[in-house]
């Protein structure tokens, strides 16, 4: 069975840097073709994607925020870390972290966790 | 980049059939996937590769691809099936999700 759950700040002050953990159970992130995404979304918005990770430590970024964000794998404690500086208000969002498919050129996220409420506020 | 895009809200009686449309400039390209989102819930995944459905996922949920455009039919719908539906794409760029469609049971 297949779990994630995201952890982290659940408010961050303009300019400061947010860092989120996925723990996730039931696969490892070392199998060929599994990789673990980032998405958010705001307040009554549509879902974006942020980032992914892929088994083989690939790593993709939204474009537009790709300046602003790391994403790192620890595979022996089964989890992935999302880092986004120079947090906005504009950032609030849920942000989920989500089991990814990778198929030949596409994935798709087929689990997801919980969803972490962050809050950008001074 | 490239956008999706899909109608903002359906509407459709019980046990009618409701389709919901995803368009891109990708397709045919790229696979295109499916997910419903209640409220206050996290998505859930409801077809894959066009129109491969999840295990667990309602025989009514049924996915198809025509040209730039790929439909999302839930026949029959049922009172559960309300909520938001969002397409996805990605391809070495990145991925990208549609804006979302409501989908209403009246």
């Known amino acids: 069975q297949i779990t994630l759950k995201e952890s982290g700040p659940t408010l961050v002050k303009p300019t400061q840097t947010l860092t989120l953990t996925c723990t996730f159970s039931?696969?490892?992130?070392?199998?060929?073709?599994?990789?673990v995404g980032w998405i958010r979304q705001p307040p009554r918005k549509a879902l974006e994607w942020l980032a992914v990770?892929?088994?083989?430590?690939?790593?993709y970024y939204r474009p537009s925020l790709e300046s602003r964000l790391t994403i790192t794998k620890d595979t022996s404690k089964n989890q992935v870390v999302l880092t986004m500086t120079n947090m906005d208000p504009a950032d609030t969002a849920t942000y989920y972290c989500?089991?990814?498919?990778?198929?030949?050129?596409?994935?798709?996220?087929?689990?997801w966790g919980q969803g972490t409420l962050v809050t950008v506020s001074s | 980049s490239y956008e999706l895009t899909q109608p903002p809200s359906v509407s459709v009686s019980p046990g009618q059939t409701a389709r919901i449309t995803c368009s891109g400039d990708?397709?045919?390209?790229?696979?295109v996937h499916w997910y419903q989102q209640k409220p206050a819930q996290a998505p859930v995944l409801v077809m894959y590769?066009?129109?491969e459905r999840p295990s667990g996922i309602p025989e009514r949920f049924s996915g198809s691809s025509s040209g730039t455009t790929v439909t999302l039919t839930i026949s029959g719908v049922q009172a559960e099936d309300e909520g938001d539906y969002y397409c996805?794409?990605?391809?070495?760029?990145?991925?990208?999700f549609g804006g979302g469609t409501k989908l209403t049971v009246l």
């Open positions: 989500a089991h990814a498919v990778v198929l030949i050129s596409d994935y798709y996220f087929d689990y």
């Open positions: 039931g696969f490892s992130l070392s199998t060929s073709a599994v990789g």
């Open positions: 990770i892929y088994w083989d430590d690939d790593k």
């Open positions: 990708a397709f045919p390209r790229q696979y």
């Open positions: 590769k066009d129109s």
């Open positions: 996805q794409t990605a391809d070495s760029s990145g991925a990208e």
